[in-house]
């Protein structure tokens, strides 16, 4: 056994011996040949003096560094330490961008690249005017929050373009380690740093334009919470010493322009929201998405394509029937997909007959894309007793509503049908309230619950629905089945309801002002407190619909039924004649 160990370690002793044998020959050839006059340690000393390191992590580096020289080059331990000092390296510490300070140049790569959305250029030149007027100013950490296809992602790279600096891309959908952001410990193997770091080295500048994608999209589970670990790097206040797991020394991320997205708001913890200023990307106008088009769109997928100006070409009625008949959404992705579909059949033409030319018009479009999508006809259907048209918010933009009631024979029962959701729910039961205590003005019978069953109804049963403001729709909807007066088709309505008859605010009035719109429908009903939101709606829309703002729902019935209700003085619920006043009982005889 002796002789067995006593063998192995006079093998390993060569070998060792041997290797180190043959690199100081390699070390005294490259001296004699004039290359190796410097050592890779001091040419790792001269990269951590360059790199511009604070000093506290300059002293981590060289003490790291320290304890490489010490170690066999064959250790694992070697090996982690070596790409700890890389990563050190690697990350930019001085490096900056140089940047376009000129707002006027600023102004008009934003006006090239987009469309539109004044406010988010307003506000970008506004950074770039505190740029120039403060020496360092804190980075800012803007939030867009829109529905799919408005261009918050391209948006973020016309800010980089627009100010000189480097753009980095990091999605964050479907993100649920908190490590991602964070990086792990060196003490696990295979450890990284997070994707903050990682995109700053990609980026090799220290302040770049940093897009965090899809923030709205992140999951937490067992192994930590990503949005937490955002925090930190979404504070001004703190983002100054980012500390990274892996790096375990403070970074400065104080001078990086952090742009996030997001399709909705409700999805983001608050204190997450509170560290962004928020600006919201309403959908586009159909007036504005002709612009994109003819502007964009149209010269992409002509390029796409390899078709030329002379073989292709849109006019306005054309580009309007593809928005109005072929597609339905708030951005125009689908736009462009169908302006690719007609240019793709085109450049099919064209390699069969050279000398094809096309120039489309609405039947034309027709023709290519075969048969319509989409028809508005709502505005033009006959109004019906019980059918109302209400206006909602969803994640790609605003659209219709229609909501049913049918009176049958039963015993006061309440049916809410159409995969709504328990706001929704509560909704419909404050609506039957509200009718309930209104009964003798709507002239009907006021135990009229005794002998009727109610049931509500909300078409697409199989999508789920929920939001707070249909409640005067189906106020309308059950005073209009119960009074037997039909209801206007060519009106829509959004709003919430409260049990004495008060009409409260909502949200998304763009959205569902072009949502009804699209439906060709010219008037709506909206709470009165909303009227302050209508600066937001483009004035091409102002123009074309007529809106009522209403404080009570005897307002909106007086509107929305083709028969109005007789005048009736008092406002909310009606009123109970108070009980007569009953003599005093003493104690002893209540008990």
């Known amino acids: 056994m002796d002789r067995t160990i006593q063998t192995r370690v006079k093998r390993q002793m060569e070998r060792a011996q041997k290797e180190y044998y043959l690199n100081e020959k390699i070390k005294a050839i490259q001296k004699e040949l004039g290359r190796g006059e410097k050592s890779e340690f001091d040419e790792l000393k001269k990269k951590i003096d360059t790199a511009g390191m604070p000093k506290d992590v300059h002293e981590k580096a060289i003490q790291e560094l320290k304890k490489l020289e010490a170690m066999p080059p064959m250790s694992a331990e070697s090996t982690v330490s070596r790409n700890y000092l890389d990563w050190l390296l690697a990350v930019p510490w001085k490096k900056k961008s140089k940047e376009i300070r000129n707002i006027e140049h600023a102004e008009k790569i934003l006006n090239q690249d987009h469309y539109g959305l004044e406010k988010i250029k307003d506000r970008i030149l506004e950074f770039l005017a505190v740029r120039q007027l403060v020496k360092n100013p804190k980075g800012s950490i803007l939030c867009f929050v829109g529905p799919p296809g408005v261009g918050k992602t391209s948006l973020g790279m016309s800010i980089a373009k627009a100010t000189g600096r480097k753009f980095v891309r990091m999605s964050l959908g479907g993100v649920r380690d908190e490590a991602e952001i964070r990086g792990h410990r060196r003490t696990y193997i295979g450890a990284l740093p997070g994707q903050i770091i990682q995109m700053m080295k990609k980026a090799g500048t220290k302040n770049p334009v940093f897009m965090l994608d899809e923030v709205d999209k992140m999951a937490s589970d067992f192994r930590g919470d990503p949005s937490s670990a955002l925090l930190e790097v979404l504070d001004p206040e703190q983002n100054w010493m980012f500390q990274d797991h892996y790096l375990d020394v403070e970074y400065d991320l104080s001078q990086v322009f952090f742009v996030a997205t997001a399709n ?9 929201q509170d560290r962004m200023e928020v600006l919201r990307l309403h959908g586009y106008t159909e007036l504005e998405k002709v612009e994109i088009a003819k502007q964009f769109l149209v010269r992409k997928q002509r390029e796409a394509t390899g078709l030329t100006e002379k073989q292709l070409t849109f006019g306005d009625d054309a580009l309007r029937e593809i928005i109005r008949s072929y597609t339905r959404e708030a951005g125009v992705r689908n736009l462009e997909r169908e302006i690719g579909n007609i240019s793709r059949k085109v450049a099919r033409k064209v390699v069969k007959d050279a000398t094809y030319t096309s120039a489309f018009n609405a039947e034309k479009v027709n023709e290519f894309l075969g048969v319509t999508r989409f028809r508005d006809t709502l505005a033009s259907e006959k109004s019906e007793i019980g059918l109302v048209t209400g206006l909602a918010w969803t994640e790609v933009g605003g659209s219709i509503l229609s909501i049913e009631v049918a009176i049958v024979d039963g015993k006061g029962k ?4 159409g995969q709504l959701g328990d706001v929704m729910q509560e909704s419909a039961h404050a609506a039957m309230s509200y009718v309930r205590s209104r009964a003798l003005r709507l002239g009907i019978p006021k135990d009229f619950y005794r002998n009727f069953d109610i049931h509500i109804h909300v078409p697409e049963g199989a999508i789920p629905k ?44 763009k959205e569902k002002l072009l949502a009804a719109l699209r439906a060709g429908i010219k008037e709506a009903i909206i709470p009165k407190e909303n009227e302050k939101d209508l600066a937001d709606v483009p004035e091409n829309i102002r123009g074309q ?27 909310g619920a009606q009123t109970i004649p108070a009980p007569a006043v009953q003599p005093e009982i003493s104690r002893e005889r209540y008990l």
């Open 545 to 571: 619909m007529k809106v009522h703002f209403v404080e009570n729902m005897d307002q909106v019935l007086k509107i929305a039924l083709e028969t109005p209700l007789p005048d009736f003085p008092e406002e």
């Open 264 to 272: 909705v708001l409700h999805t983001i913890p608050a204190a997450l």
């Open 414 to 417: 309440l049916t809410i049908t």
């Open 466 to 509: 929920d939001g707070p403001s249909a409640g005067i729709t189906m106020a309308t909807a059950i005073s209009s089945a119960l009074s037997k007066i039909p209801v206007r088709r060519d009106i829509a309505m959004t709003g919430e309801i409260t049990l004495r008859g008060k009409v409260l605010p909502i949200g998304g009035l």
